[in-house]
C-alpha cells in the first residue's frame, strides 16, 4: 500500500511508521523541517519530502497515487493564547489536507485527534473538534482516532513529569483530580494499522483510551515511585492553578499553560472503547512503566559496581 504522512515525525508516527514499514508498504512522509537526527530514525526506504505542508499543490501532488493519507499534526500549545496556531495547525491544515485528497482522488484518509474533541473552552479541543467537522464533511473514506493521553517511550507525559519531579522534592500541581486513561502508543498504532486493511472502519470515530483510570496526581505520584524518588505533590486550588498557568505562558518551551489548564477541565476518559471495537486488548500502565522510567531496582547494582570499582 502507498501512505502519505503528515507529522509523522513525531512521537506516534515514529512508531507507526516503524509498523507500517515492517509490513512493506510504501511510505512518504512530508515535513516542513525534518532534522536530520529524525530522519536518521526514520525506517529504511522511507521518502521524506521536505516543504510547506501548507502549499496546496506540494500536498496534492505527494496524495497522487497514495492509496491512504495519515494526518497526525497536531500541537499542545501555541505562541500567545489566542487560538491562532492552534486553529492554523489543527483546521486550516486538515482542511488543505482534505482539499488536496479530493484534487489527487485519493479516498482514503486517517485523521489523529482527541478524547473530548469539540468539548469544553480550551483553543486545543475547540480546534480539534473543528478539524473533526471537516473531515466528516469530506465525503472522504475516512476515519477519526481520539486517543487520551498517549505513553511509552519518549512521551510527553510520564517522561516530562519525570523530569520535573527530578528538580524539586515538592511539585505543586494543577487540576491534580482531573481523571485519565492514558493509552499505550502501540496500541494506538494498532488501532490505525488495523483502520488501515478494514473498510469497516471508514466513518467511524474510534476513542482510544486504557484500562487505568488515574487522577492526574496519582499518576505524577506513580512516576515519582517508579523512579524511587520521595516527591510531595500539592494539588493547587484553582486560583493558583491559573496563576500557575498564566506564569507558563511566558516560559520558554511552555511546560504548562492557560490552554492546558483549560483542557484539564474535563476528564480524559472515553465511553466508547475503541480497542474493543478494533479486537485490541489494551496494554497496562504498569507493563510498561519500567520500560519507559526506567528502574531502581535496576539502577542499584550498576551503582554498586561502580563503587567497587572506585575503591
Known amino acids: 500500500m502507498k501512505i502519505t504522512l503528515l507529522g509523522a515525525t513525531g512521537f506516534v508516527g515514529r512508531v507507526l511508521l516503524a509498523r507500517l514499514a515492517q509490513e512493506g508498504h510504501q511510505l512518504t512522509v512530508l515535513s516542513r523541517n525534518p532534522h536530520a537526527h529524525l530522519v536518521r530514525l526514520l525506517p529504511p ?30 500541537i499542545l500549545n501555541e505562541a500567545g493564547d489566542n487560538g491562532r496556531g ?70 510527553g507525559f510520564f517522561c516530562r ?49 486504557g484500562a487505568d483510570v488515574m487522577t492526574l496526581g496519582d499518576l505524577v505520584r506513580l512516576t515519582a515511585r517508579q523512579l524511587g524518588l520521595k516527591r510531595v505533590v500539592v494539588p493547587l486550588p484553582d486560583a493558583l492553578a491559573r496563576l500557575q498557568a498564566f506564569a507558563f505562558d511566558f516560559v520558554p518551551g511552555k511546560p504548562f499553560s492557560s490552554d492546558n489548564y483549560r483542557s484539564l477541565k474535563l476528564d480524559s476518559v472515553g465511553a466508547i472503547d475503541g480497542l474493543h471495537q478494533l479486537g485490541i486488548e489494551p496494554t497496562r500502565i504498569g507493563q510498561q512503566l519500567a520500560t519507559i522510567l526506567g528502574s531502581p531496582a535496576e539502577k542499584q547494582p550498576r551503582y554498586d559496581r561502580y563503587r567497587s570499582v572506585a575503591r
Not at 165 to 186: E, Q
Request: with cysteine.
Open 86 to 155: 492552534f486553529h492554523r495547525a489543527h483546521v486550516a491544515l486538515t482542511k488543505l489536507v482534505v482539499a488536496a485528497c479530493q484534487l489527487a482522488g485519493t479516498k482514503r484518509l486517517l485523521q489523529m485527534s482527541s478524547l473530548n474533541a469539540g468539548r469544553g473552552d480550551s483553543f486545543y479541543l475547540k480546534t480539534r473538534g473543528e478539524a473533526e467537522a471537516a473531515v466528516k464533511a469530506s465525503g472522504l473514506d475516512w476515519t477519526i482516532f481520539e486517543p487520551s493521553v498517549v505513553f511509552g517511550i519518549g512521551d
Open 45 to 74: 526506504g522511507t521518502r521524506v519530502v521536505t516543504g510547506d505542508v501548507y502549499d496546496p499543490e506540494l500536498l496534492k501532488a505527494n496524495f497522487a497515487g497514495a492509496d491512504a493519507v495519515i494526518n497526525l499534526v497536531g
Open 161 to 209: 513529569f519525570a523530569e520535573l519531579l527530578k528538580l524539586s522534592p515538592v511539585l505543586p500541581l494543577a487540576k491534580a483530580g482531573t481523571r485519565f486513561a492514558p493509552v499505550y502508543v502501540g496500541d494506538v498504532v494498532e488501532a490505525m494499522r488495523r483502520a488501515l486493511h478494514s473498510r469497516s472502519t471508514i466513518g467511524q470515530v474510534y476513542e482510544l483510551y
